[in-house]
């Protein structure tokens, strides 16, 4: 069997849908999917749709089947679908009668791994059983835990003897390994349904399959823990907060100096109000690349100025998030330097050498932890726990990479009330 490539339409909306559909067949797709999710929102009358649009492609119905295997074969087959997915998960009686299903109305049978524990074992299994294709599923929440390996193919790929698909985190920088651990079946979503030409991406992605190539693509390669700096510096607090599932900023903390990005991680200080000794000892103990997040109690005098800022400069220090007062500011903003504030006062305190470095904060209801990673620009601060930070900065940049789609469609002539769709999923 060649390689295939398959495009995941995991999409919500069928116009959307449709309109990639066209793209990504002309870049030269192999195999068209109706996800999961398009199923879900619009029907099998997706399916309908596809198959009317494109009658030379092979659809795939991805069902993710879990029980009443024969109907949900059978009315996804009547509506157009090739190729219908099971859960391997499901009981072998309900692939069994999947296969049944399909044998009578001409559909294949693609068995999904996701949520297996065993898959070696039980991609064996369900060879056995009759089923079509196997599909090694990585699922979103681990790629956004930066969870891609391709092990798993070259072991399933070494025991059975039917095609194995892959799907989850494909681009045309790791399609090529994938061909070369054992994939006969390639799925790609995001890195085509989310590039700002599907078309050229397509390509792309078709050439390292055929060539065995690596290609450098715009998709995103999901991130671990040393990238997780490099790509906070391009997405936005904006980005951050959808990601953090509309997560609330430091409230009452504003920017100081304008249109200067600021990321790294904190080192905490709780200070009294005014007292600048802790603040001033924490630039000496950060890192470069620290943020300093100070704790003043939101109120005056001033606990960080000018010549705070210098120090934090020469040590390489990313910014300073203070919950009190800051001052010099004409100066901060000449030199540049990445400071959020609650409140600006021409008074200073006194170093008195109260409070603690590197102790658990709250900031305006918000837990901030030593280690944990902040992100400032001219729409405020967020903070991501460092336990999680590998994990929101992959969705974040998910966020962005879905949000350059749709700004394609609107300066193509669309709005943002048609692109979103509003009619449609208002609660009614």
């Not at 074969?73 to 190729?83: L, S």
């Not at 693609?110 to 949520?115: F, Y």
């Not at 835990?145 to 072991?155: E, M, Q, R, V, Y």
């Not at 989310?194 to 078709?206: H, L």
Request: net charge neutral; hydrophobic share 45%.
């Amino acid at each position: 069997m060649r390689t295939i490539l398959q495009v995941a339409l995991d999409f919500v909306d069928l116009k959307r849908a449709l309109k990639l559909a066209e793209e990504a067949v002309a870049g030269g797709c192999d195999w068209l999917e109706a996800g999961t999710p398009l199923i879900k929102s619009d029907g099998l009358n997706v399916i309908r749709e596809l198959r009317k649009k494109f009658p030379q492609i092979k659809i795939v119905a991805d069902m993710k089947i879990a029980d009443v295997g024969r109907l949900e074969v059978e009315i996804a087959a009547k509506a157009g679908a090739n190729i219908v997915t099971v859960l391997g998960s499901s009981d072998d009686e309900t692939i069994k009668e999947a296969i049944s299903a399909g044998k009578n109305y001409g559909a294949e049978i693609m068995v999904d791994l996701l949520g297996v524990q065993d898959v070696v074992k039980r991609a064996k299994e369900v060879e056995k059983l009759g089923v079509n294709y196997i599909d090694v599923h990585i699922p979103i929440d681990e790629q956004m835990k930066g969870k891609i390996s391709l092990d798993i193919i070259k072991k399933i790929s070494s025991v059975v003897k039917i095609p194995v698909a892959i799907a989850g985190g494909i681009n045309s920088e790791n399609a090529a390994d994938a061909v070369k651990a054992g994939a006969s079946i390639i799925i790609v979503g995001g890195a085509i349904t989310k590039s700002q030409n599907a078309k050229e991406e397509t390509q792309k992605i078709k050439k390292a399959i055929s060539q065995k190539i690596k290609i450098k693509s715009e998709f995103f390669q999901r991130v671990t823990e040393s990238d997780i700096r490099k790509i906070l510096n391009v997405v936005s607090c904006a980005n951050v907060s959808d990601a953090l599932h509309r997560g609330f900023p430091l409230k009452n903390v504003f920017p100081v100096v304008p249109s200067v990005k600021m990321v790294g991680p904190a080192v905490t200080v709780r200070t009294y109000p005014g007292d600048w000794a802790k603040p001033v000892q924490a630039i000496d103990l950060a890192n470069e690349g620290d943020v300093i997040v100070i704790d003043a109690g939101g109120v005056t005098p001033a606990v960080w100025g000018e010549l705070a800022t210098n120090s934090a400069i020469n040590k390489k220090i990313s910014g300073v998030v203070i919950s009190g007062g800051i001052r010099d500011t004409q100066d901060i903003k000449k030199l540049k330097f990445p400071a959020f504030a609650t409140m600006v006062t021409p008074q200073a305190g006194e170093p008195k050498g109260f409070g603690e470095i590197n102790i658990p904060i709250m900031i305006s209801g918000v837990k901030i932890n030593s280690g944990d990673w902040i992100v400032g620009d001219d729409d405020g601060v967020m903070v991501i726990p460092k336990e999680s930070a590998v994990e929101f900065t992959n969705r974040a940049m998910d966020v962005l990479e879905k949000e350059n789609r749709l700004r394609r469609e609107i300066q193509e002539g669309s709005s943002l009330a048609k692109v979103a769709e509003l009619l449609k999923w208002e609660k009614k």
